[in-house]
């Protein structure tokens, strides 16, 4: 099994700045791409941020140029910089990891944090 564990949310003035951490631990080999989500109320849940295993990067039109996702491989963990946050950034923020387990198995396994609220007041 693999856990992801979020921090890093919480309540910030629009034009501020927030980072979030996302530790993933359990029985890994390696992660593949890494990704934030966010979900805000009586909205789907839509991509923020991934970065893959060789560092490229894409980002929602809405969050470029103002969000950095960043991963450590020896940490197991991916970071989101979010600054000039503004409030429609408010939103319940997942991390998700795409995970191979053994090096004898193929296949890979998506996980997802248990989410943290960032809220931005105007």
């Known amino acids: 099994q693999v856990q992801l564990v979020e921090s890093g949310g919480g309540l910030v003035q629009a034009g501020g700045s927030l980072r979030l951490s996302c530790a993933a631990s359990g029985i890994i080999f390696s992660i593949n791409a890494m990704g934030w989500y966010r979900q805000a109320p009586g909205k789907q849940r839509e991509l923020v941020a991934v970065?893959?295993?060789?560092?490229?990067?894409n980002y929602a039109d809405s969050v470029k140029g103002r969000f950095t996702i960043s991963r450590d491989n020896g940490k197991n963990t991916v970071y989101l910089q979010m600054n000039s946050l503004k409030p429609e950034d408010t939103a319940v923020y997942y991390c998700?990891?795409?995970?191979?387990?053994?090096?004898?198995?193929?296949?890979?396994?998506?996980?997802w944090g248990q989410g943290t609220q960032v809220t931005v007041s105007s």
């Open positions: 970065i893959t295993s060789g560092g490229s990067t």
């Open positions: 998700n990891c795409n995970v191979r387990t053994s090096p004898s198995i193929l296949a890979t396994y998506h996980y």
